[in-house]
């Protein structure tokens, strides 16, 4: 099958592609958004303080 020949169908084929990698790299950014939750309720939970704080005040806590 060439671009050639079929024109129509490479240009389907390629935003096919776009779309799927676009799908496929949804959830790696979603993920990298809750981890930030994830930090917050973990730094509240070994500092012994609600989460609200954390947030309000920006505290930060190195954990080792």
């Known amino acids: 099958m060439s ?3 079929y ?3 490479c240009v389907c084929l390629g935003y096919f592609v776009l779309i799927h990698l676009q799908d496929a790299y949804l959830p790696q ?3 990298d958004k809750l981890m930030y939750v994830y930090n917050y309720v ?3 939970r070994v500092t012994g303080v609600p989460i ?3 947030l309000a005040r920006g505290q930060s806590i ?3």
């Open 3 to 5: 671009c050639r020949a």
């Open 7 to 9: 024109p129509l169908l």
């Open 29 to 31: 950014r979603l993920l």
């Open 42 to 44: 973990e730094m509240a």
């Open 52 to 54: 609200s704080f954390l």
């Open 62 to 64: 190195k954990v080792m």
